[in-house]
């Protein structure tokens, strides 16, 4: 394939000492619109990072070209075998990279007809779920937990309400118990902490046990259903995507429901237009994902083949991490300022 050019580029970009470091204690200081406002101006709107000591990987800041990183998958793949860093040896198998952007046999790390079949297989599952249950359930467990404050005289709201009341509901759905998420360390694996492998070796081991008892008795629970699937998976398969299934799904609803609780509390006008029926739920929610994405970044891609992409010269087999955070704060298409007069968007 020959080098193509694809997006805005930013000619004359100011010299850099180097790529930002997306690691280590600094990064704390700095909150993360700050940081992407400032690789923006720095270097337009894909810019280049440091996930780990040594490790480099492209940040893609623009909304189009996070777009365009997502859907082209002649130029770009998702499967991290063809990650260089990988290839040349430079992560050890205990990096707490690899189970966050590394190679599973699941439909987010697949390209092709295997991402595409693994795909029907999720979604018609996805699919039996019975939402009038689910909901049922879903207003118990939160009524529970609200009536629990009372006794309780106050209550955070991630670790007393959003976190038990997702982890309750996924558990019931990948048929385990109840205090799994306090178990299964989840957390260390989105973190990317020094536990991170250990987390998600104990996380599949927790998933692939169940899938041979699954078979001969199967239940109401997205496990079985997806070994019941005409079209079969392995138990690897399945227990990798329910992995995949439970690290998106809980972390993300759990800082939607964050991020929406906020947006009504640092903005009078909101709360004002929601109780008085000018803005719903619906738009509510909108408005909290484009504040704030509750997954600021979302699984690689990389090269296939050397490139120029957003003026920026990519190489084969490097890592571009997509970055709808900054792409909703992209000022081409938010505008430079917001006008303050649509409610479901700033």
Same mark, same amino acid.
Not at 231 to 239: F, K, S, Y
Not at 243 to 253: A, F, R
Not at 260 to 269: I, W
């Given at each position: 394939?020959?080098?193509?050019?694809?997006?805005?580029?930013?000619?004359?970009?100011?010299?850099?000492?180097?790529?930002?470091?997306?690691?280590?204690?600094?990064?704390?200081?700095?909150?993360?619109?700050?940081?992407?406002?400032?690789?923006?101006?720095?270097?337009?709107?894909?810019?280049?990072?440091?996930? #780990?000591?040594?490790? &480099? $990987?492209? !940040?893609?800041?623009?909304? +189009?070209?996070? *777009?365009?990183?997502?859907?082209?998958? =002649?130029?770009?793949?998702?499967?991290?075998?063809?990650?260089?860093?990988?290839?040349?040896?430079?992560?050890?198998?205990?990096?707490?990279?690899?189970?966050?952007?590394?190679?599973?046999?699941?439909?987010?790390?697949?390209?092709?007809?295997?991402?595409?079949?693994?795909?029907?297989?999720?979604?018609?599952?996805?699919?039996?779920?019975?939402?009038?249950?689910?909901?049922?359930?879903?207003?118990?467990?939160?009524?529970?937990?609200?009536?629990?404050? #009372?006794?309780?005289? &106050? $209550?955070? !709201?991630?670790?007393?309400? +959003?976190?038990? *009341?997702?982890?309750?509901?996924?558990? =019931?759905?990948?048929?385990?118990?109840?205090?799994?998420?306090?178990?299964?360390?989840?957390?260390?694996?989105?973190?990317?902490?020094?536990?991170?492998?250990?987390?998600?070796?104990?996380?599949?081991?927790?998933?692939?046990?169940?899938?041979?008892?699954?078979?001969?008795?199967?239940?109401?629970?997205?496990?079985?259903?997806?070994?019941?699937?005409?079209?079969?998976?392995?138990?690897?398969?399945?227990?990798?995507?329910?992995?995949?299934?439970?690290?998106?799904?809980?972390?993300?609803?759990?800082?939607?429901?964050?991020?929406?609780?906020?947006?009504?509390?640092?903005?009078?006008?909101?709360?004002?237009?929601?109780?008085?029926?000018?803005?719903?739920?619906?738009?509510?929610?909108?408005?909290?994902?484009?504040?704030?994405?509750?997954?600021?970044?979302?699984?690689?891609?990389?090269?296939?083949?050397?490139?120029?992409?957003?003026?920026?010269?990519?190489?084969?087999?490097?890592?571009?991490?997509?970055?709808?955070?900054?792409?909703?704060?992209?000022?081409?298409?938010?505008?430079?300022?917001?006008?303050?007069?649509?409610?479901?968007?700033?």
């Amino acid at each position: 394939m020959n080098p193509s050019s694809h997006g805005r580029s930013r000619p004359g970009c100011p010299v850099s000492p180097g790529p930002a470091r997306l690691y280590g204690t600094g990064l704390g200081r700095e909150q993360p619109h700050e940081l992407y406002d400032r690789l923006r101006q720095r270097w337009g709107p894909v810019a280049p990072v440091e996930i #780990a000591p040594g490790i &480099g $990987a492209w !940040l893609v800041l623009g909304h +189009a070209e996070v *777009l365009e990183l997502i859907w082209n998958e =002649q130029e770009f793949t998702s499967d991290a075998r063809h990650w260089s860093a990988l290839t040349a040896g430079l992560l050890p198998m205990d990096s707490p990279l690899l189970p966050l952007v590394g190679h599973r046999p699941a439909l987010a790390r697949l390209d092709g007809h295997e991402h595409r079949q693994q795909r029907q297989v999720v979604t018609q599952t996805l699919d039996l779920i019975d939402l009038r249950r689910s909901l049922t359930m879903v207003r118990q467990r939160a009524d529970a937990l609200v009536d629990s404050w #009372a006794v309780q005289g &106050g $209550a955070d !709201l991630i670790s007393q309400y +959003a976190g038990p *009341l997702v982890w309750g509901v996924f558990a =019931q759905l990948l048929g385990l118990p109840d205090d799994s998420g306090s178990r299964l360390g989840s957390r260390h694996i989105v973190d990317g902490t020094d536990e991170a492998a250990r987390a998600e070796s104990v996380l599949v081991g927790v998933l692939i046990r169940p899938a041979a008892g699954k078979r001969a008795a199967p239940g109401a629970d997205l496990p079985s259903w997806l070994l019941a699937h005409s079209t079969p998976l392995t138990d690897e398969e399945v227990a990798h995507n329910l992995v995949v299934l439970l690290l998106l799904g809980t972390d993300s609803t759990i800082s939607r429901i964050g991020n929406t609780v906020r947006v009504v509390l640092n903005d009078s006008r909101v709360s004002t237009a929601l109780a008085t029926g000018r803005l719903t739920v619906s738009d509510l929610v909108d408005r909290a994902l484009w504040s704030d994405a509750p997954v600021p970044d979302i699984a690689g891609r990389w090269a296939r083949a050397d490139i120029t992409f957003a003026g920026r010269r990519i190489r084969a087999g490097d890592l571009l991490i997509p970055c709808p955070a900054a792409a909703n704060a992209d000022p081409e298409v938010r505008g430079t300022e917001a006008s303050g007069n649509d409610l479901t968007r700033d």
